[in-house]
T-cell receptor, first 112, second 112 residues
Framework: DQQVKQNSPSLSVQEGRISILNCDYT??????FLWYKKYPAEGPTFLIS?????DKNEDGRFTVFLNKSAKHLSLHIVPSQPGDSAVYFC???????????FGKGTLLTVNP | NAGVTQTPKFRILKIGQSMTLQCAQD?????MYWYRQDPGMGLKLIYY???????DKGEVPNGYNVSRSTTEDFPLRLELAAPSQTSVYFC???????????FGDGTRLSIL
């Protein structure tokens, strides 16, 4: 049973445009959400996080939105750059449970 | 600034052989984790540790063992390698429940 779902295996956008990556979760106990970026042959790199007490968190070009009622979060990248091309993983954990549950990832390709 | 270091980067094993995947972190983190990533899938937790001398099973622990004698090191042991253990293994560490996990670059393991 997938508790964290990334339903789009891939996404292609033009440089300078907005990239929107989506993630849905089923476990209502999840209250801390993270996005990781992964390049080939490297480990995942932490990008941005959000706790359930917020509905938005920004860090430069990256913004994460959380809709608790819909159990949905999204990552917005504006403007997208070719160097953003990577696999993006959504992850979640719940309170005192520090074990992360990962989605399967979305491959983002930003075309010059 | 090494962060999380994993060795080796690549390894080919024969069925039934054993080996230890090494993981070391220099951030003085109490929490450490082992994940495996199969093609097209998210990361799945194998074992984790909340401090020296304390380890616990994750989602997919069968066929693996761990130990945590120091804060810095968290080796993963495969006793009888099986083809199903062919995967990329990632080690991670974090400073606390509400802190992101930092990953090593992974060990790519093939069992033939």
């Amino acid at each position: 049973d997938q508790q964290v779902k990334q339903n789009s295996p891939s996404l292609s956008v033009q440089e300078g445009r907005i990239s929107i990556l989506n993630c849905d979760y089923t476990n209502s106990m999840f209250d801390y959400f993270l996005w990781y970026k992964k390049y080939p042959a490297e480990g995942p790199t932490f990008l941005i996080s959000i706790s359930s007490i917020k509905d938005k968190n920004e860090d430069g070009r990256f913004t994460v939105f959380l809709n608790k009622s819909a159990k949905h979060l999204s990552l917005h990248i504006v403007p997208s750059q070719p160097g953003d091309s990577a696999v993006y993983f959504c992850a979640a954990n719940g309170g005192s449970n520090y074990k992360l549950t990962f989605g399967k990832g979305t491959l983002l390709t930003v075309n010059p | 600034n090494a962060g999380v270091t994993q060795t080796p980067k690549f390894r080919i094993l024969k069925i039934g052989q054993s080996m230890t995947l090494q993981c070391a972190q220099d951030m003085n983190h109490n929490y450490m984790y082992w994940y495996r990533q199969d093609p097209g899938m998210g990361l799945k937790l194998i074992y984790y540790s909340v401090g020296a001398g304390i380890t616990d099973k994750g989602e997919v622990p069968n066929g693996y063992n761990v130990s945590r004698s120091t804060t810095e090191d968290f080796p993963l042991r495969l006793e009888l390698a099986a083809p199903s253990q062919t995967s990329v293994y990632f080690c991670a560490s974090s400073g606390g429940i509400w802190e992101p996990q930092h990953f090593g670059d992974g060990t790519r393991l093939s069992i033939l």
